[in-house]
Structures are given as structure tokens and as C-alpha cells.
């Protein structure tokens, strides 16, 4: 027993030693695909932003701000509030008095068979150009939790022509802040690219895809051609799907490196933490009990065993399992100090990495169990099981 112990400890650390020789450069996207801040190009088409907003009254005033106030000629702004219980509807209001340019939406309540975020989105495509009378060549989708740069519109419509795409997600900068968002977010970031690597997602002919529904462009004709979000409307994980369903159409589709461009706060705490990650992990197409295990073994493996190798060394107080157990834990705290500085993330925070471990690995099973039992997990009030209403 002594001696798998020693074996695996040596093992891990050869793991980990590998991923730091071989280094970094998955969490940073190619140069080609980082977007550039650019000028409004010539002929600006006219653009259509629509922001779902449920619960956000901490954050849609700074989004909105920073959407109205974009230095682009042809864009309107969407903003569809959606049924929400706090005061997102009365900031709203107040900046529809301050932005004329702005129109907020009030949702319907929900149909059987729609997810929240998806029909919301559906409403605000159904808005499009009522007001205006320009029904946007291109359609933005943005969360309430973003940021924009005033060049945003222009550099990604300058980017996108410019690459020929029909549809673009970006990735954003993440905006990671209190304690909770330190242990948890690099992990889950961290874990995000590892198996979503750029170069796969946008290769035509492979199957991989995802997108980030913190900021999707796409062509309205596209868009409408692939059915819309209707056609992703009981996914909880509706970006995520609607790649799927974008790569499979041929649509011309890219993920590239918008961090310049958009910031965005995804959690401000454990619970919303929790209740958002919960949220995802056993609710997408795809997801079966085999995956969900070996996921947990996997994250166990890697995240929880060098902390418990080294612990259970020092009770054996055996000198070899010792210093393996001890050079493994340092390997493994250098490999996440090196991804915490890079998301700009005090990199004393990989003492913490168990910890943020054991909470996915907590997320993970709770979203399995609430969703197999029948229960469901719950997102903004709302309570969402694995809903298969789709085509």
C-alpha cells in the first residue's frame, strides 16, 4: 500500500511538472484571435443588442452605461427585463429617462418548455427594429453582468468582417473579487479552456464547440436560419448548445479573445458561486451519470490527492513517501500560482485550490442529485430540471 502511494505521488508530480514545462499558452488565445481595439469601419452595419435581465439590480446600471454610450453610428439597445423580483426594473426605468436611445422589454412569464434566459433572448429578437425601423444586420447578445469599451462595437464588427465569420463569441476578462471568487473561478477557467482549446473549437470539421453566452455576435440572417433560441429553449446551457447547433449548420462560426474589450462579474460570492455552477454541471445535453464520475474522480485525482498524500505522509512518517508527498504538493501549488497570476489572482490562493476542489466536486454532485431526483437546480428564483423540448 506504502509503495502506490509513493508511486502515485511521484506520478501526479511528473503530471504536473509536465504541464508547467510545457506551459501556459491554452489560457491565452492565438494573436490572431485576440480582437484589437479598431476604428468604426466604413459602412457600419447596423447592429441590435439585446441583454436578458433577471435580478441584476447590482449590475445592469454599468452594463447598459456602457452599451448606450458605445462609439458606433447604427446600434440599438435591448435591454429585456425578465419578470425580475428586485429592483432591476425601476434602474431600468430611470435609464430609459437618461438614454432615450434605450428600450427595455417586460418579459413575458415563462412558457412550459423555455428556459428563462433563452425566451428572454427570443423576446428581445422579436423586438428588433420595432422602434427604429432598422432590423439589425447583426445581433449582439450580452449578460447584464458585462462591461463594455466604448470600441467594443467597432473593433468586433471590424474583427468579424474582417475574418469572414457569421458568428463570434468572445471571451471576456473576468472580473474575480472577493474570497470565494479566488478559490473557486481559476479552477473553473482553468478547466474551461483545458477542454475547450481554441484551435478545436473553431476548426469547422470537429465536432467540439462552445460559446460564450456572456457575448455572442451573430448575423440576424444566420441567427433566424438556425431556428433562433427557440431552437435551444429547455437548455439551461443554451450557449454552449447553440454552438453545437451553429457547427453543425455550417454556420461560419470563431471564439476568439474579446478581454480587451468586455469585462464581466459573473458571481459576488459562495452562494451565487454555488447556485450558478450547480446551475450547469449536470444539466447539459450530453451529461450522463458515467461522465459525471469520472469527472469527480478526475477532479479528485488531480486537485484533492496532493493535499492528502502529503497529509497522510506526514502521519506515516515513512522519509521517503515524505518528500515525494512534499515535492508533489509544491509542484502542484507552483502549477495554480502560476494560473492565479495570469488571472490576475494573488497566487497565495493556491493554497486554497483543495478547497475550491472540493466545492466543484460538492457543485457537481448536487446538481446531479437535484436533477436525477426530479427537484431540479435553482437559478434566479426559477427552478430548472434537464428540459427536452427541443428539436
Request: proline content about 5%; aromatic content about 10%.
Amino acid at each position: 500500500m506504502l509503495t502506490a502511494l509513493i508511486f502515485l505521488s511521484l506520478l501526479l508530480m511528473l503530471f504536473y511538472l509536465l504541464l508547467i514545462v510545457t506551459g501556459y499558452r491554452y489560457l491565452w488565445a492565438a494573436r490572431e484571435l485576440i480582437v484589437p481595439i479598431a476604428a468604426e469601419p466604413s459602412g457600419a452595419p447596423f447592429v441590435s443588442i439585446i441583454v436578458p435581465a433577471r435580478n441584476e439590480e447590482d449590475m445592469i446600471e454599468r452594463c447598459v452605461t456602457s452599451l448606450v454610450q458605445q462609439n458606433y453610428s447604427s446600434f440599438e439597445v435591448i435591454v429585456v427585463n425578465d419578470n425580475s423580483t428586485d429592483r432591476t426594473g425601476e434602474i431600468l426605468a430611470d435609464l430609459a429617462r437618461r438614454f432615450p436611445s434605450l428600450r427595455v422589454i417586460h418579459g413575458q412569464p415563462l412558457p412550459v418548455g423555455w428556459c428563462g434566459k433563452p425566451f428572454a433572448l427570443h423576446q428581445g429578437r422579436a423586438h428588433v427594429g420595432r422602434v427604429t425601423g432598422a432590423a439589425g444586420h447583426w445581433l449582439l447578445f450580452t449578460d447584464a453582468d458585462t462591461w463594455h469599451h466604448p470600441q467594443m462595437l467597432s473593433s468586433v464588427i471590424t474583427f468579424a468582417q474582417s475574418r469572414n465569420v457569421e458568428m463570434l463569441s468572445l471571451m471576456t476578462d473576468q472580473e474575480i473579487v472577493t474570497f470565494w471568487e479566488k478559490v473557486l473561478q481559476p479552477i473553473a477557467i482553468h478547466f474551461l479552456v483545458r477542454f475547450f482549446p481554441f484551435d478545436r473549437v473553431n476548426d469547422p470539421d470537429d465536432p467540439l464547440a462552445i460559446a460564450n453566452g456572456q457575448f455572442i455576435l451573430i448575423q440576424r440572417d444566420a441567427y433566424d436560419r438556425l431556428g433562433g433560441h427557440e431552437r435551444v429553449k429547455g437548455e439551461v446551457v443554451e450557449d454552449l448548445e447553440l454552438a453545437r447547433v451553429a457547427k453543425r449548420a455550417r454556420v461560419r462560426f470563431m471564439v476568439a479573445d474579446g478581454r480587451a474589450l468586455v469585462k464581466t462579474r459573473m458571481y459576488t460570492g459562495l452562494r451565487d458561486a454555488w447556485q450558478g455552477w450547480t446551475k450547469v454541471a449536470y444539466t447539459h445535453r450530453g451529461m450522463t451519470l458515467g461522465k459525471l464520475a469520472g469527472g469527480v474522480l478526475l477532479t479528485a485525482l488531480l486537485g484533492l490527492a496532493p493535499l492528502a498524500l502529503l497529509l497522510t505522509a506526514f502521519v506515516s512518517r515513512v522519509p521517503l513517501f515524505m518528500a515525494a508527498s512534499a515535492a508533489l504538493f509544491l509542484v502542484y501549488c507552483y502549477h495554480w500560482a502560476k494560473i492565479n497570476h495570469i488571472l490576475r489572482v494573488p497566487v497565495v490562493y493556491a493554497l486554497t485550490n483543495p478547497l475550491g476542489t472540493a466545492l466543484m466536486i460538492g457543485m457537481m454532485l448536487t446538481s446531479a442529485v437535484q436533477v436525477l431526483s426530479g427537484r431540479g437546480v435553482m437559478w434566479k428564483g426559477r427552478r430548472y430540471g434537464r428540459m427536452r423540448h427541443n428539436p
